[in-house]
């Protein structure tokens, strides 16, 4: 039979929950390949590798559906990052956070980091759009990153637009404020039984983000890998100390798990 | 026989109904109706086991039926089986046979049958007596697994996980040949109904949910939620401690041993019934199709119909299925032609991914070279579909040699290129002609990119051993695009093959290039020929509008005097004053054999305006000190200045301009021949400020001065001829020459004569005037003519005057200053001898400030005491002495 476990070994899972029609798998290829295509609803769960700096993420990108919220737990079994997704156009996606997604994070490492994502802001904020200007650069309206976004290729808005109607058609209303997502999020802090002054802030762990513009994408990802990154040196160094020793990611060869031989 | 032409017949009713384009697998009939149960239809397959050859199949009705299976290659390279039966045998039990598993080193077959596990023996399907007498038998069981990866490191022992229909546990044994033991019974949470071993890990499909138990250590894991009421769970041990389950919504789900999945699900249909992996594929089996996922992208990748399908199952590695009637065999294609079949589809991704999948399968430097042509084959295809970011990457990984790549424009590589391209084909164009289907905008855009692709690879390793076609190439597609890279691949060290280019770059009027090329070529001499016929007009090529000075340049650097000697005539002939930069700007070889002055003089000799610039930048660049050369570029002024003179009209600024130089030159220098030059022009009238200056050189001052005076009447020349003539020498030397000048002046002027030499006085007295300090008052007092009034010397003589007064005075202070100083010291000294003067070491000299060592010291003024070192170096520099000193000198 063939060894079917050799892979390039993630040294780190990021998990995205949410709702289904959030915009997950949009956000995930927006990062992933820049762009903002056609999705279908996902089936079941797909992941993606990142290279980051040395190392290996596992991205997954979950279904919303009902039908597969039974698998939610098993996807987030050792997860060092979950995002929690939900659309700032649509209320009910943030309580399902709290009523469907929130206990499926049981199974997460006990040091996860928690991002509380409010997805399709272009359809409510001008901002969104307006960071889209001629030449492509994302300035960040909240000015509290520094990070650049990518250069976004948009199809079809012209610069600058007279009002914000003119973005789409029509914004439509926003029914999560930033003050929601913040008291959802001080409430996760307490069904983790976190303590909010040891925690990151919610301030910096709440975003909110456009996979159709690229807003604040690469904002939230790489702010995510930048904090696992700890539990990453963390889990390398435990597998330097366990029995189990995997000579593959050492570079040594011979069979992928030696059973020490003294017990 | 009639059994292969039904073979052909089913797989084309597959394939016509196979939906996707990949073809991963075969099903191969193994063992067919016929053999098994005839017309009888009511018997149904239930199970199989298989093992090696042997083929095992349980039925409906009771029986196993053992076959041996052979694989048949025919000559097409097409695979069959035949089947041979051995034996069949009633088990006696009136129940289907549920479960068959070979344990084949204790040469047994586990049976599951109405409830009952037992064991049989392989050759003659007889059932085992207990070692202890009576049948080894374990009652009361729905399902039975076998562990792949035992623990206990027996071989002639199988590990054998059981569950029973009425309690909630699952229980371990080990089966020997003739008895089983229970080791290990460990209680579920809810009724199992589907079980799978590895190691001590036992994944376990419960009523509602999938879990892992290990049954050392009792640890549970729950994988995730299911109803067994909706349907039939699949646990299925994929590899080392790794699972395949089925999970709502028709998932494929993969678990390890840890609960965590780390493969995305693959989707199936809700009614699949059995699954089993076939690297890099998922197999599975509904009660319609067998669909083919691939693990690398999730993506289904082949369907194939399959009615009544009962039972799916790999051993060791082969796929084997069951209908309720037939047995058939799912075999791979080799892994090369589904890749091969992708990319005929154009299908590149999944073909790179499979490739790349395939790593592990293929022994190390096979896979290198198949994964290479993949990648190059895709880089064509990427090609094709001018996606050239994408073929470019698909050839850089590949390490396409780039000649495949050359090789499709036509002519571009050299005729003695060995080049020939490989085979199998990389790809499906003949050219690129039949590349772009005559559309010649995409070639264009094929040609910029062969273009940026080459200009890229040719300094890397890629052109290693192909330099000279990469090269050759490239200038061919510069030249033949216009592009500008095709002077800096000239001007770079290149390989191209001069013999190949000259007629393409010919056709395109690079002549400019070629004479580049003929260069790197060390061709030199056909290069400057072909040059000057451009410039010459008779070649068009507009590369460089300043190729004439291009040419001077290159003959100005070359080290190959023989080519200075041939083509620097052409050069001169055509501009002078440029040409002649080919001597004068040559950079300064070490070498000494380099040109000489005496041999480019010589050459330049017919022409008169070469060699004068020649000489000139030998005197005054090269500042060369050499009489022959200075008298050498004196003469060619003076010739360059009569020849000028000789011509009617003369043209005055021309002239005037040749007669500047050559004084200029016949002041500055002295080391001309002065005696030879005055003999050219003793008697030339119209050059006498020239004979003048040559007079001066020859110190004969009263000749100079003579013909300045009296022959040109020229004063103010005469003035500065005494400030040129003297500028080197000493005042005594000057006012020798003033008064030399005075002379002339008075000489020529006798106190009674006319209008003449009154002029020479006037010039007389303004010389005095201006040049007062000059002259020795008192001789020229006595020289001047008694009559001269004197307000006409006034301010020659009160300058005069004033000197004389001067001098008293400043003579008649310092006297006066000497002598109170004197006095003064005389009164201290009085004074001071009288006293006691203390030297002690604590005491410092007031000049230096150090202490004093021994008791010799001098008494300034006052009774100070100072070294004697001190004062003396006082003396030296005190300022009272350096004004008496300097004194005599101030006026
Ligand atoms: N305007 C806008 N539309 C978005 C954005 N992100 C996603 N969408 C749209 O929302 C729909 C759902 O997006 P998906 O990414 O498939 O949603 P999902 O969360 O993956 O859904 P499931 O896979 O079913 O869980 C698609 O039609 C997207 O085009 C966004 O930022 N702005
Ligand atoms: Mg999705």
């Not at chain 2, 998932?251 to 076939?278: D, H, K, T, Y």
């Not at chain 2, 890099?280 to 669909?291: C, G, H, R």
């Not at chain 2, 006798?750 to 300090?773: I, K, T």
Request: hydrophobic share 40%; with cysteine; charged share 25%.
């Amino acid at each position: 039979m063939p060894d079917l476990s050799k892979m390039k070994k993630p040294d780190v899972k990021v998990v995205l929950l949410g709702d289904m029609n959030v915009g997950k798998t949009s956000l995930l290829h927006r990062y992933m390949e820049r762009k903002f295509k056609d999705t279908v609803s996902t089936v079941g769960g797909a992941f993606f590798l990142k290279q980051w700096g040395p190392y290996n993420i596992s991205i997954w990108d979950t279904a919303g559906r009902e039908q597969f919220h039974g698998l939610g737990s098993m996807y987030c079994r050792g997860a060092a990052a979950v995002i929690l997704t939900y659309d700032v156009t649509n209320w009910q996606s943030l309580a399902e956070i709290e009523e469907r997604f929130l206990s499926l994070t049981d199974t997460a490492n006990h040091d996860c980091i928690y991002a509380l994502v409010g997805n399709k802001a272009d359809l409510t904020d001008p901002k969104v759009h307006l960071s889209q200007d001629a030449d492509g650069q994302t300035k960040d309206p909240t000015g509290g990153d520094e990070e650049r976004t990518e250069p976004q290729v948009l199809s079809a808005v012209p610069t600058p637009p007279a009002s914000p109607t003119s973005f789409s058609g029509l914004v439509l209303h926003k029914q999560v404020t930033r003050d929601d997502a913040l008291s959802l999020y001080e409430r996760i802090l307490r069904y983790k039984g976190l303590d909010e002054k040891s925690s990151l802030p919610a301030d910096k762990m709440c975003f909110e983000t456009s996979a159709k513009t690229g807003y604040n994408v690469d904002v939230l990802f790489e702010t995510l890998f930048d904090l696992v990154l700890p539990s990453i040196l963390r889990k390398r160094h435990e597998n330097r100390e366990s029995p189990t020793v995997d000579l593959e990611d050492s570079g040594g060869v011979g069979s992928k798990r030696a059973r020490s031989s003294c017990c | 026989m009639n059994c292969v032409v039904d073979v052909c017949l089913f797989s084309f009713s597959l394939d016509v109904l196979s939906e996707m384009s990949v073809k991963a697998f075969e099903l191969v009939p193994a063992v067919e109706r016929d053999l098994l149960m005839g017309d009888k239809a009511r018997i149904n397959i239930e199970c199989i086991e298989c093992c090696g050859k042997h083929l095992y199949v349980g039925t409906n009705d009771c029986f196993i039926h053992h076959f041996l299976l052979d694989e048949v290659t025919s000559s097409k390279g097409k695979l069959t089986y035949s089947a041979q039966k051995l034996l069949h045998k009633y088990l006696g039990l009136k129940k289907p046979v549920a479960e068959l598993r070979a344990a084949s080193a204790l040469e047994r077959l586990i049976v599951l049958c109405d409830g009952i596990v037992f064991l049989v023996d392989m050759v003659t399907l007889e059932s085992v007596p207990s070692a202890a007498g009576g049948g080894v038998r374990i009652r009361g069981v729905t399902a039975f697994c076998i562990n792949e990866n035992p623990v206990n490191g027996d071989p002639f022992c199988v590990e054998m996980g059981v569950l029973s229909s009425k309690r909630r546990t699952v229980q371990v044994y080990m089966v020997f040949e003739d008895r089983v033991q229970l080791v290990k019974e460990v209680n579920t949470p809810e009724q199992p109904c589907a079980v799978s071993l590895d190691g001590y890990f036992l994944c376990l499909a419960l009523t509602t949910q999938y879990m892992i138990l290990n049954y050392n250590t009792g640890a549970a894991q729950d994988l995730f939620p299911y109803d067994s009421e909706e349907k039939r769970p699949i646990v299925k041990r994929i590899s080392r401690e790794e699972f395949l389950l089925a999970a709502p919504g028709g998932l494929g789900m993969f678990a390890n041993a840890e609960g965590v999945s780390q493969r995305a699900p693959v989707s199936w249909s809700e009614s699949v019934i059995a699954a089993a992996v076939c690297f890099p594929y998922v197999v599975a089996l509904d009660e319609n199709f067998i669909t083919i996922h691939s693990m690398l992208d999730q993506q289904l990748k082949q369907t194939l119909s399959f009615r009544d399908g009962q039972v799916l199952q790999d051993f060791e590695g082969k796929v084997m299925l069951a209908s309720t009637k037939a047995v058939y065999v799912l075999v791979p294609l080799p892994m090369e032609r589904q890749i091969q079949d992708l990319l005929a589809n154009h299908r590149v991704e999944e073909a790179l991914i499979l490739t790349e999948g395939a790593q592990r399968n293929i022994p190390k430097d096979k896979f290198q070279i198949l994964h290479r042509r993949i990648l190059q084959q895709a880089g064509f295809i990427k090609f094709g579909q001018l996606q050239f970011l994408e073929a470019q990457e698909h050839f850089r990984k590949g390490q396409l040699d780039v000649r495949e790549l050359i090789s499709l424009y036509p002519l571009l590589l050299p005729v003695s290129s060995t080049f020939t391209r490989c085979h199998p084909p990389l790809h499906e164009f003949a050219d690129l002609n039949h590349l772009a289907q005559g559309d010649q905008e995409k070639v264009l855009q094929c040609k910029k990119f062969l273009i940026t692709y080459l200009g890229e690879v040719r300094s890397t390793e890629v052109a290693n051993g192909c330099r000279e076609d990469v090269d050759t190439a490239l200038l061919k597609l510069y030249a033949e695009q216009n592009h500008n890279s095709l002077l800096d691949l000239l001007a770079s060290d290149n390989a191209c093959v001069l013999a190949d280019c000259i007629p393409w770059l010919e056709k395109y009027h690079k002549y400019f290039a070629l004479g580049l090329l003929y260069h790197c070529n060390g061709q030199d001499s056909a290069a400057l020929q072909l040059w000057i016929r451009v410039v010459d007009g008779e070649l068009q090529d507009c590369t460089r509008s300043d190729l004439y000075e291009y040419i001077v340049d290159f003959l100005c650097c070359t080290s190959n005097l023989d080519l200075v000697w041939k083509y620097a005539d052409w050069a001169l002939r055509k501009d002078p004053s440029k040409g002649v930069h080919i001597f004068t700007k040559r950079p300064a070889f070490t070498d000494q054999s380099d040109l000489s002055p005496d041999d480019v003089i010589s050459y330049l000799g017919k022409n008169q305006q070469a060699l004068l610039l020649y000489v000139e930048h030998l005197v005054l660049e090269k500042r060369i000190q050499k009489e022959m050369i200075h008298t050498n570029l004196a003469v060619l002024y003076l010739e360059r200045v009569l020849s000028l003179l000789s011509k009617s009209p003369t043209d005055e600024e021309q002239l005037t301009r040749a007669r500047e130089k050559l004084q200029a030159f016949l002041r500055e220098s002295s080391l001309y021949r002065a005696r030879f030059i005055l003999g050219k022009i003793d008697n030339c009238e119209k050059l006498l400020l020239e004979r003048a200056t040559l007079h001066g050189k020859l110190e004969e001052h009263d000749t100079a001065l003579h013909i300045l005076v009296h022959k040109l009447r020229d004063f103010s020349s005469a003035e500065a001829f005494c400030m040129w003539a003297s500028s080197s020498r000493d005042s005594a030397y000057q006012r020798q020459l003033f008064h030399l000048l005075l002379g002339v002046y008075l000489d020529g002027s006798p106190p009674a004569a006319g209008a003449g030499s009154s002029e020479l006085q006037m010039a007389a007295v303004d010389l005095l005037n201006r040049h007062g300090e000059v002259f020795d008052a008192v001789c020229v007092l006595r020289m001047l003519p008694d009559g001269w009034s004197l307000q006409l010397l006034r301010p020659f003589l009160n300058r005069a005057v004033r000197a004389s007064m001067h001098a008293c005075r400043t003579s008649q202070i310092a006297l006066g200053l000497a002598h109170s100083e004197n006095l003064q010291l005389l009164h201290d000294r009085l004074k001071e001898v009288r006293k006691p003067i203390f030297v002690s070491e604590k005491k410092g000299c007031h000049l230096c400030h150090n202490t004093f060592s021994e008791p010799n010291v001098v008494c300034l003024p006052g009774g100070v005491p100072v070294h004697t070192h001190c004062v003396a170096q006082r003396v030296r520099d005190s300022p009272t002495k350096k004004r008496l000193t300097n004194s005599s000198n101030h006026t």
